[in-house]
């Protein structure tokens, strides 16, 4: 999973909160990416099994489905 923000500095942060626009450099864009350690089967089993989460459930996009449907051939 990646989560996009962007870094600003404190005073930038007030200011947005604020609604006003602090003059300064342009926030830049970053993405933070969360990777999940242990057995995955386990988990999928665990997620399939007590809210009925699937693969197929949790991506629905056209690649997940070519992945998805791959496994039936």
Do not use: C
């Amino acid at each position: 999973m990646s989560v996009p923000f962007r870094l600003i500095q404190y005073d930038q942060a007030v200011a947005a909160f604020n609604g006003i626009h602090h003059p300064g450099a342009a926030p830049q864009a970053r993405a933070f990416t969360l990777r999940i350690n242990g057995d995955k089967e386990k988990m999928r089993a665990g997620l399939a099994q007590g809210f009925g989460h699937t693969y197929r459930s949790l991506f629905p996009d056209f690649p997940g489905m070519a992945v998805y449907g791959q496994s039936f051939r």
